[in-house]
């Protein structure tokens, strides 16, 4: 039986996918659950994992197409020898039809038998997929119970694994491999100070000089944003320096303990930790404009962008507020590792409230960053690095490091953004040792 491989919906308001790269040709053998093609929008880049296993039949658009959401876009089933017939027959529909001649009539179109993500229903309304379902059987789980990490919520063989405790490690919060302590990544963003390795994945193509090429999708998207956000608010920035010495007292008494406990101490993670109490100290940092209304955002969700060999993203810690320094490095760990796996869920990278990024990992002194829109604020982090000087009328040899804040004139002035800077540095100075 063959089953259709739909354009899937990566958010509520989001009704096209541009189709980036088929990691499968017709003719070629593929499992259920392996990815099948990647995908970009203006949310998030994903690999698509394929509804069914079985012989790749017909690809019904060509990378680099934007396709509407629901719209077939492959078949699974048949011989390799039909699907080579019926997918060059379509695609020489599709030419001629863009070349103006007469198309023959389509037959009527079958309902999808599979969308990209099928899954079985449980009683309880529950999505799961066959395996997880049948582990849930088996162990008599009630899976309402776990929290899902897959796309849309939804719980993955790892998470109900871990949940009866078969798995190593919680999937939503991997253990923090070590990395560079400046951070890993650019403007608007960074990728994580202490972030996992990269995942691997294909090089990039390299651009011979002197030729023109087109943008990503994602480029577009970059671009249009900070065009966007340059357009709607008042940028102004403040700087202040940061003596590094305290923290990384802490961070060297403490790596051991944090990589016992499945993490790795960093600077960025005391860095977000000091950001979420100042923002809560100066509640209009963590706000919006909403035309002539000012949002005060209730809970506090940290942006924090990833730099990616194809652009940026920015994954958001929800609820940074309610997270220990273990749980942020963790948390910022997990996201930026799947960033770069292209395995971020539309959820992910959506309702931030304040972003914080790391030009410093470069040896950049400090940025000036662009605001993510609709936030009000964004802060950039300098290269953490040695410098000498003045403690009580005495030359010392301190970590220091520069921290920029951009943020909206409309509605934050600069005492208010002093204000936060001010409490960043000294929570960073003078923390207390948990």
Known sequence: MATEVVMPQMGESVAEGTIVRWLKQVGDRIERDEPLFEISTDKVDAEIPSPAAGVISEIRHKEGETVPIHTVVAVIGGSATATSASSVAHLAVKASSKAGAPQPAPEP???????????????????????????????????????????????????????????????????????????????????PTGAAPRAARSAPTPVAPGTIAPMSVMRKRIAEHMVLSKKTS??????????????????????????????????????????VEALRAVPVINASVDGDNIVYHKDVNIGI????????????????????????????????????????????????????????????QFGMPIINQPQAAIMAIGVVEKRVVVIDDAIAIRPMAYVSLGYDHRIIDGATADEFLSHVKRTLETWESD
Do not use: M
């Open 109 to 191: 179109a079958a309902a999808p038998l599979a969308s990209a993500y099928a899954v079985a229903q449980a009683g309880d309304g529950q999505r799961l997929s066959p395996v997880v379902k049948k582990i849930a059987q088996e162990h008599n789980v009630d899976v309402s119970r776990i929290q899902g990490t897959g796309i849309g919520g939804r719980v993955t063989k790892r998470d109900i694994l871990f949940y009866i405790g078969q798995a190593p490690a919680r999937p939503t919060e991997p253990a923090v491999v070590p990395a560079p302590a400046s951070g890993t990544s650019t403007q608007p963003g960074v990728a």
């Open 234 to 275: 008042a940028h102004v920035h403040s700087v202040f320096e940061i003596d590094c010495h305290r923290i990384d007292q802490i961070r060297r008494a403490k790596k051991d303990e944090f990589e016992r406990a499945g993490g790795k101490l960093t600077y960025l993670s005391f860095i977000i930790k000091a950001a």
């Open 305 to 364: 962008a990833v730099a990616l060999d194809w652009g940026l993203i920015v994954p958001v810690v929800k609820r940074a507020d309610e997270k220990s320094l273990l749980g942020i490095s963790r948390a910022v760990a997990d996201l930026a590792t799947r960033a770069r796996a292209k395995k971020l869920s539309p959820d992910e990278v959506q309702g931030g409230t304040f972003t914080i990024t790391n030009p410093g990992v470069f040896g950049a």
